[in-house]
């Protein structure tokens, strides 16, 4: 028997991007159309017992499965915190959260700027959490910094004293951002505050609840 000589793998080749989340529901229409919204994006394929919808050029972004009998959401339990989504843009990121607010009712639950980006975060129909954010350095979210200025903040003695962030209010940052422009507020968001020390215990109750 000929014996191999190319050696043994000894790492897990890294997939190149998270395809698609699925999320179980005993309401499809409420949530199918609840992610349509939010995402400004198309069902490609619904039946009662599944739905898929996409905002880009995947096949599918997230699908829905119709689970008889499901009971409610128990907030206080093990498993998946939130789905986060990034855009390329604070401009893109505060006309998503005015045009949900004002044409389809959503409002964020939670607004921060952690440091790495800056986020808020929403509830869907079924009480799972949603991070929108954009990167300053860089959940709806914006990333803030570039990585190598991310892994600095992250071993800084700034963020062991406070890794939560800073709460802001998403209408005063749109309006910055109509006035000033992108370039300036993003430049103000890449410097953060220092608030002294702040926990896990801080964290609004809508978001934690």
Not at 25 to 31: I, L, N, V
Not at 84 to 91: P, Q
């Amino acid at each position: 028997m000929a014996i191999s000589s190319t050696p043994a793998p000894t790492k897990v080749p890294s997939p190149n991007k998270l395809a698609h989340v699925v999320l179980r529901t005993k309401d499809m229409p409420a949530m199918t159309k609840w992610y349509c919204d939010f995402l400004g994006g198309r069902i490609v394929h619904a039946n009662p017992a599944i739905a898929f919808i996409t905002y880009d050029d995947e096949h599918h972004r997230m699908a829905f499965v119709n689970i008889p009998g499901l009971q409610d959401k128990v907030r206080h339990s093990n498993g998946l915190e939130h789905i986060s989504f990034t855009w390329d843009s604070l401009t893109d990121l505060v006309t998503a959260y005015k045009v949900r607010k004002v044409e389809q009712g959503i409002e964020p639950v939670w607004c921060v700027n952690h440091g790495l980006t800056t986020s808020l975060y929403y509830k869907d129909p079924d009480g799972n959490l949603l991070g929108l954010t954009v990167a300053v350095w860089t959940e709806t979210q914006v990333d803030n910094l570039n990585n190598e200025e991310s892994d600095a903040l992250i071993n800084s003695e700034d963020f062991a004293k406070n890794p939560v962030g800073i709460d802001f209010d998403p209408e005063e940052l749109y309006e910055q951002v109509q006035r000033d422009g992108e370039e300036a507020v993003m430049e103000r968001l890449r410097v953060r505050k220092d608030i002294g020390p702040r926990g896990i215990e801080s964290i609004p109750a809508a978001y934690m609840t």
